[in-house]
């Protein structure tokens, strides 16, 4: 049995709490979040102890993996001290917003001997998991272009995210279409050009980029293109718009994950997805598949995936498209293998 | 441990082995076949003991559960026997071909005391699901109308299913929507109406309907429309065509499975649909789920469903279609509550 | 020059008034409607002289053709008076809503030898018109089956037409699929079934059907299968629902006009449909190509069409339909050809 | 009436003739291919006079217009006699390959003091057009990005261009996309990232690039995203893939061009249109509307366009493109403002 402490009790924390719930093998037992009340609610809810420093929760012992669901600039201390006490990790994406802090918890991770997988969960969308499988099987051929988009509405900027002023679209978005892109070309990125703008949401009070394009250029001359933006209308359908392109020599994949063959008119008319939500009382979705299969893959004592490389080097891969927006020119990237 | 033996070895009986192979709680032990080679092949694969005579495999005894896996025509004898050995059912839709035999599964399930599901596997597709939820809930209102559409393409009737003749898109498609439609409805069908034409798929050596269309009326005098047929093209991109609509009072619900978000242009253009294939080496998708859901019931003594009231009530209105079919008139139907 | 009076100036008056306004061998000299304050808008916005009363304008003399877009019930005295007076006649669908009306307008339109047309508009729309160009080349083979999916949100019968009670789905929509189906499948329809429910736009004050679903059997023993609702959620993207479905012995084809690849998310989520509208400010469209068609027809002597015989044979399959919604019962039809 | 000449008697040169066939107003009386058989061909179908010298052609006199209808390469020369003769011009897009060719045509057309339209035809698409419109009326607020694909598969610059290793999917493709993209955002494109790769087509013998993506940068920061190739396996149902999204501060559009609501499954499975086509024995879409607009205009007296201006600005972002393809460097475009 793998006792698991969650550090985060947003929407996420309580996300990863009910994959959780009754899955064989697993048990939460505690959770931790700066705010009293909101650690409480979920402990209520799934009957966890409620802790508001991480330490407090460490110490307690006990705890064979922790999941770090803090914000994306605050991963690092979290991360570090739960690699310490010798828990394993699962930490949402990007890894860390610095280089520094994705060295940091990587050594913490090497020196403790634990396990750490980093959240991107896209790999368990079974269209981005079908794209990569016929990738891997050779059945795209040479991957020649990746057209990617994945953007949001005004909603997750403005009301979702309190922190969103310190995060983008290149760190929120990308972060999982950089690891996509990257996953399923499996080929070193050689360099990156960005492009984007801001003041849309900046008026709105979050001071950060509206919207951003990233071109990628592969170690084999051949090339990715992501957008993202967070300016999409609330009036749409879904608060996400994610499409998929890939033309390999062999084949090409189109993926609309738009309205996911499900449409409702009711008070509104919404686009309420397939790939979520409950079935038999269970959550389902990406996201739960990705916290089953670290608690699984730990109690069978399987290594966790994607991991740290992955981590730093889509983290190496956002920094960048960031550097490039600021400088307007090309940014070349060392090439690390893409694990 | 629930030990479930399979009595069936084609195209489903491998599925349902395969689908609670390393599934937690549930042992598939044996695997029975007319023919020898099927049965040994799937033995093989998953480890299990082979038989050619259910009731060899009954016999050798420590069969908690049984999935029926025959042909349609096939369910009453390996259903009454199981069940008298003290087996739990799984059987495939539809529960069988005659009230006759309805009635002797029935009977014989009720005397043995044991438990049985009928294998409406779209009960755990995420769509239709998720229809039936909302309509639970009350959020789609009075269920005004449903248009369901559910079709394969000629490979079906002439090259997947050797006993098509004995079978019809009434049978093999409509059984699946007629259990959605009253499952969503949730009230009792009083009256059937159908039409169809026959033609092509006899020129093709397989003597059964080409098209059929039910139109079903509720006690409340709203409505469902039903088509299926079997004579769509093969150079359509997937085997299947699935349209659900169904209009409320309250919301309206459009679900599309056509293409599921996944479009692949390689040696051909395929849709291979999202809700099935493998997730980290694991099957997924409705029926897959359903068989989960069934060991699961019995190993944690919960009830299983659907079960034989709705099994005998599909077939019923299944029975209906066709005597419809038959004398172009309406058929009333004596209106059991739809459990 | 053929010019051109138009009865009745809402939006179809005015829609056909713009239609042709303009167009080379055309023009538009008069209108009329009952509500004086309506003929004036349209006669002023189009330079055309008002009238209050269809006598008064046909005998000031110098018509060569009438446009009637009158309410469905109201096209027989208009129809028959502008044929006495050697107008030749676009008429609305559906021609009438009665038998005798039909017989009525036909004959007159016979003994004063001019021409009519039945404003079927579906003919000019490019999806239905290549299934019908298809079929006629015989690369759909024999057409087994048609499913005809023809809705509206409640707008239309509770804002947009003020005698949507003296109407229905069955006359409103279904003389469009009915024509269509008739079009496509060219062979003569020997009975039909037909079911629905009423009750939601009775509590909204109107007293007609809610949904009709009809089964049209040919007399080569294959079907087609239309649905019509009028109670599709106005939260719904677009007022109108259109799906169509043909499976032939040789082709299928899969029509799917609900977004017709425009979607538009600002303060609402729309789609504005891609196959009407104005292109260089000269109105496009199904009903505007075939006003044009039909004046252009008269200008070069050419026959139009389609007539009397199929505006008769749409509206006995109409009455079919609402017959057999009162009987419960299939209702035969003497079979002429589908012209 | 207009008397039109065309020049070039392939595929675009037979379109042109079969759209101003019976069109009023204009009449097409010659035509010139440097092959005298398919000049000949194309002459015998619409009845013209065929010349195999574009100077002939012209010699004889009596052109009120020339379409010159040539490979991109070839367009200068034809363009520069035909307006020095005293011809209108309509010229296939893009205006030319160089700088130079644009100029040397501008010069003559302005010194005869003819008109010129560049055949920017996606301005005649009506989804292009619906876009255009909106921003046009502010209904989309500031444009913030554009994303915008359009791709072939192999076919076209393997077996339906002779000259495409003269071509690429930037002169090819990108000048519709780029025409469009400045058309809505209506402000000047100040710089050019372009990235791309090629070996596919090379391998079969067509030396050009596979893949082209350009980031336009306009003088306000927004962005615009196009994505071109020319390798889209043979399998897909349409020889275009054409998306189109616009993100403005007040409404995004989001265009997808794909089946246009049409599939038919035959043969093959194919998506073939719905926006052009035959109605009524008369050939309708973008090209054939545009070129009735040319001599609409030109009959009545107006103004025709886009013209020389536009067609000059879209040559110099495609050189762009491929001069920061060349670089791998960001390009500045001096900035006139977009007509």
């Given at each position: 049995m793998v006792n698991v402490g969650i550090v985060g009790a947003g929407i996420r924390g309580h996300m990863y709490a009910q994959s959780l719930a009754g899955f064989?093998?697993?048990?939460?037992?505690?959770?931790?979040?700066?705010?009293?009340?909101?650690?409480?609610?979920?402990a209520d809810e799934f009957g966890l102890a409620a802790f508001t420093d991480h330490r407090a929760m460490l110490e307690r012992g006990g705890l064979d993996a922790v999941i770090v669901a803090t914000p994306d600039f605050a991963h690092r201390e979290v991360a570090v001290d739960a690699a310490r006490s010798g828990a394993h990790l699962l930490l949402e994406k990007p890894l860390a917003m610095t280089a520094e802090d994705c060295r940091a918890i990587s050594e913490a991770v090497r020196e403790a001997g634990v396990q750490c997988m980093v959240g991107?969960?896209?790999?368990?969308?079974?269209?981005?998991?079908?794209?990569?499988d016929l990738s891997a099987a050779g059945e795209l051929g040479q991957v020649l272009t990746q057209n990617i988009l994945l953007s949001n509405t005004y909603y997750v900027p403005t009301r979702m995210i309190p922190w969103a002023a310190r995060s983008s679209p290149a760190?929120?978005?990308?972060?999982?279409?950089?690891?996509?892109?990257?996953?399923?070309?499996?080929?070193?990125?050689?360099?990156?050009?960005?492009?984007?703008?801001?003041?849309?949401?900046?008026?709105?009070?979050?001071d950060t980029w509206d919207v951003v394009h990233a071109l990628l250029t592969f170690?084999?001359?051949?090339?990715?293109?992501?957008?993202?933006?967070?300016?999409?209308?609330?009036?749409?359908p879904s608060i996400i718009d994610f499409q998929y392109k890939v033309v390999g020599s062999r084949s090409a994949v189109d993926?609309?994950?738009?309205?996911?063959?499900?449409?409702?008119?009711?008070?509104?008319?919404?686009?309420?997805g397939l790939l979520g939500g409950e079935i038999d009382g269970r959550l389902q979705g990406p996201p739960t598949w990705m916290a089953q299969s670290f608690v699984s893959a730990l109690a069978e004592g399987r290594p966790v995936g994607p991991g740290l490389d992955q981590g730093t080097l889509v983290t190496d891969v956002v920094l960048a498209v960031l550097e490039s927006l600021r400088t307007g020119g090309v940014v070349p990237l060392a090439a690390p293998s893409a694990a």
């Open positions: 064989p093998g697993a048990k939460v037992v505690a959770v931790c979040d700066l705010d009293p009340q909101a650690a409480r609610k979920v991107f969960e896209n790999r368990w969308n079974p269209a981005i998991r079908r794209i990569h760190w929120f978005l990308m972060s999982h279409t950089v690891d996509a892109a990257l996953w399923i070309a499996d080929k070193p990125v050689t360099s990156v050009f960005a492009s984007g703008s801001r003041g849309r949401l900046a008026e709105l009070g979050v170690g084999d001359g051949t090339t990715a293109n992501l957008t993202s933006t967070w300016v999409l209308p609330e009036s749409s993926v609309d994950l738009q309205d996911q063959g499900f449409r409702q008119a009711g008070g509104s008319y919404t686009w309420p």
